[in-house]
């Protein structure tokens, strides 16, 4: 059996590594993080314990399979100790990357570094608490523009609107390209939020885009019960603090920094909506108008880190644009250069099609390209990978303070006494160096008992 590499511990990956585990093939996880779980740990809304717990229980079981291996923060990337052609000298019979999206993606306004100019990715590791996310400077102020109409923009509205032990925000404008009826929030998700729903400023901004809405054959009246139902399910609260508001049609054009260096206006070039088949596309025009805001997060959506190594496409990691099945090309790493598949090389998850879903989506996205990977174990033969001895000294001849599976229980003994100490439903270390003292004190611990 060849041993498979699984480059990266979210659901995808992890899901990925069980159906090749399964099969009986040894399979070696290296992950950036220390802590397992990526999108599901670290990209989930803090306060669904019941949601994280339940993909917790999954993911240790993955784990106690003895066949799969685990090295956490072992970053795979170019400039890492630890490189993709680092991994190729260990003779894998293939690998997987299920690495995420984790570029950052912006629109390459002028004006975006300003200080208080965020993205919605790395902020919400922010609040989940990924080190070295945690500890950076993610403070917000009073009036917050957040880019973009989608589940991210909730949760981020959810979070500076009511959950945020330092709340400051007055007012939060979603500034959306297209109209009301172009949301994509889901209404389960919405619900956190409507009750802060200025429903005065948001029927006057109704009336502002009316126009444009019905020259594509889209009747405002209908806003309610397509998009925004909780204008008709609940009674409105009449003025609220902190309160929400849209501005549709409009996107954004330059930022503005004050004095301190922290954004303090944005202009806004003004859209009109084009019909496009079935859908909308927005067109801009030569209008604009300014905001004052004091912080302004994109959530626009993720790309894929080019400093992993692999090699890029239009769209992302560079993938199979023929081949004799169109499904599994999707998934085999493609050398644009050479114009030939890597053997053995696949994407699955968010690298292979950035904000695609979330955790069932990437779960089913990593099991699918697992497939591939097994029929293409079939068909190499026999490949002699390295022993895990080689494997373990390889990574300690890196010098990175890289952990296993088998430090994993400790880890989460270290957050229960801390939560237990702390007197708080949750605890998540903040600093990569606190959480592997953490699990030494543990390991020396039971040692000691």
């Known amino acids: 059996m060849a041993t498979v590499f699984v480059v990266g511990a979210g659901p995808a990956g992890l899901f990925a590594a069980r159906k090749i585990a399964l099969a009986g093939h040894p399979v070696v996880v290296f992950n950036r993080d220390i802590k397992p779980g990526g999108l599901a740990e670290y990209g989930i809304y803090p306060v669904k314990d ?34 993709v052609e680092a991994l190729h000298e260990l003779s894998p019979g293939a690998m997987v990357f299920s690495v995420g999206a984790q570029g950052t993606k912006t629109l390459g306004l002028p004006g975006e570094n300003a200080r208080g100019v965020f993205a919605a990715k790395d902020f919400v590791y922010h609040y989940n608490r990924l080190p070295p996310f945690a500890t950076q400077d993610f403070a917000t102020g009073k009036r917050i523009a957040i880019i973009g109409m989608g589940n991210v923009m909730v949760d981020i509205a959810r979070w500076v609107l009511e959950d945020d032990p330092e709340r400051r925000t007055e007012e939060l404008i979603v500034v959306a390209r297209r109209g009301p009826f172009e949301a994509k929030f889901d209404e389960k998700e919405f619900a956190h939020i409507q009750q802060y729903l200025d429903r005065k400023a948001f029927a006057d901004e109704l009336r502002r885009v009316k126009d444009a809405v019905t020259a594509v054959g889209q009747d405002i009246g209908k806003v309610a019960e397509s998009t925004f139902p909780c204008l008709t399910k609940f009674a409105d609260p009449g003025a609220v603090t902190p309160r929400l508001t849209f501005r549709f049609l409009t996107s954004p054009q330059s930022i503005q920094a004050g004095p301190d260096g922290r954004i303090a206006k944005l202009t806004l070039t003004e859209n009109i909506l084009v019909a496009k088949g079935d859908t909308t596309a927005a067109k801009a025009t030569d209008r604009t108008s300014e905001i004052e805001v004091d912080t302004m997060i994109f959530a626009i959506g993720d790309v894929v880190d080019p400093r992993v190594g692999l090699p890029l496409g239009p769209s992302g990691y560079a993938t199979n644009p023929g081949g004799d099945g169109a499904q599994r090309a999707a998934y085999e790493v493609f050398d644009p250069k050479s114009g030939t598949v890597l053997p053995g090389m696949f994407v699955a998850g968010w690298a292979r099609k950035a904000s695609d879903g979330l955790v ?7 099991e699918t390209g ?5 029929e293409y174990l079939e068909k190499a033969g026999r490949v002699i990978s390295a022993s895990p001895a080689e494997i ?29 100490e702390r007197g708080v439903p949750r605890f998540k270390f903040t600093d990569d160096a606190e959480m592997l003292r953490a699990i030494e004190q543990e390991r020396s611990a039971v040692h000691v008992g």
């Open 370 to 374: 697992a497939g591939y990977v097994l």
């Open 360 to 366: 069932g989506i990437a779960r089913h996205d990593g």
């Open 392 to 420: 373990a000294a390889r990574m300690a001849h890196t010098g990175l303070a890289t952990i296993t599976k088998e430090d994993l229980p400790f880890l989460e003994r270290a957050e229960a006494r801390q939560e237990r």
């Open 50 to 83: 019941k949601m994280k717990s339940g993909l917790r229980k999954q993911f240790a079981q993955i784990f106690a399979l003895p066949n799969v291996s685990y090295w956490g923060h072992a970053a795979v990337g170019d400039g890492q100790p630890l490189s």
